[in-house]
Nanobody
Framework: EVQLVESGGGVVQAGGSLRLSCAAS????????IGWFRQAPGKERERVSC????????AYADAVKGRFTLSSDNAKNTVYLQMDSLKPEDTATYYC?????????????????WGRGTQVTVSS
């Protein structure tokens, strides 16, 4: 059974940093892609970042490129989203997701497996 458990959300001032974690079980990262989506109130869900199961490369949405870094610890089956230079527009519920297209810098728009989400609030 695939399970994804997020942690690390919180409240931070603009310009600050947070690190989100997603502990995965039921699969390994060379079997299924894994990454993050986010959804702000009243807005559509949007892609954030992913790690490809094919070659371990990462992809980022333009809105977070250069500020967010996605990494993985295969021994712990955990991925980390380091978020720096946070902006108020980064405020959203962040969802860890697995099993979706993530290749050649392109990230799919939906996934087969989802975590429950963790709230990130960036104050101005």
């Amino acid at each position: 059974e695939v399970q994804l458990v997020e942690s690390g959300g919180g409240v931070v001032q603009a310009g600050g940093s947070l690190r989100l974690s997603c502990a995965a079980s039921g699969f390994t990262f060379d079997e299924r892609s894994i990454g993050w989506f986010r959804q702000a109130p009243g807005k559509e869900r949007e892609r954030v970042s992913c790690i490809s199961s094919a070659d371990g490369t990462t992809a980022y949405a333009d809105a977070v490129k250069g500020r967010f870094t996605l990494s993985s610890d295969n021994a712990k089956n955990t991925v980390y989203l380091q978020m720096d230079s946070l902006k108020p527009e980064d405020t959203a519920t962040y969802y860890c997701a697995a099993d979706f297209p993530c290749l050649l810098g392109i990230m799919g728009v939906t996934a087969d497996f989802w975590g429950r989400g963790t709230q990130v609030t960036v104050s101005s």
